[in-house]
């Protein structure tokens, strides 16, 4: 078993939850408009449709690593190329973070909780970002590979479910930093970019 292989599993996680996206954004949004109960009732949901995806990726890849080692080096090469091309779309995109609660409607605890397993679940970009991400990140020779998958996906839940429960009871704070430091979103941005171009690199050169 390589601790320092899930240290960095950890560490990249840690970047990505942080770095703004759609999933955080949100979070960060509910809690400034309902408060931070509402925000981590959407945490909640959103990290318990992780599980879904976890479960998919691990019997469907674990299936391709036992039984051709020319699929698995393909699925490693995909998963690289997809990462550099998330690189690429970050790069593209804008760095300001846009906050905006005009449209954030109010809705009860029990339903951001199911809003947020239904955004997470019925959302393909997370089995393929699992897909990329997870192979490059098998730690050990004994475990079996499904046992590995399920291990990185509740360490994926695990810190997500840390840094976004941070944002959703930080979120006054948070805001009002970033509205007065315009800058943060360009740091976020390229800390996204290093993150997703480290880890394509790391899976591609990554031996089974």
């Not at 890849?61 to 490693?76: E, G």
């Not at 019925?122 to 098998?138: M, Q, R, T």
């Amino acid at each position: 078993m390589t601790i320092e292989t899930l240290f960095g599993f950890v560490v990249a996680t840690s970047a990505l939850a942080i770095s703004p996206g759609p999933d955080n954004i949100y979070v960060l949004m509910q809690s400034i408009t309902n408060g931070r109960n509402y925000g981590l009732a959407t945490v909640a949901g959103l990290i318990s449709g992780c599980l879904v995806h976890t479960t998919l990726v691990a019997f469907g890849v674990s299936a391709i690593i036992k039984n051709n080692d020319t699929l698995f080096l393909i699925l490693k090469i995909l998963g690289a190329v997809y990462l550099l091309y998330l690189a690429y779309k970050v790069y593209q995109s804008d760095a300001e973070v846009a906050l905006t609660t005009k449209n954030t409607p109010k809705r009860s605890l029990w339903q951001l909780f199911k809003q947020g397993v239904i955004m997470n679940v019925l959302n393909p970009k997370v089995s393929i970002f699992f897909l990329a991400f997870f192979p490059g990140f098998l730690f050990s020779d004994t475990l079996s590979t499904v046992t590995q998958f399920y291990v990185l996906g509740l360490l994926f839940m695990l810190t997500s479910l840390i840094i976004f429960s941070a944002i959703a009871v930080l979120s006054g704070f948070i805001s009002e930093y970033l509205k007065q430091n315009k800058n943060t979103g360009l740091v976020l941005k390229w800390l996204q970019i290093v993150v997703f171009v480290g880890i394509a690199i790391f899976i591609f050169f990554q031996k089974k």
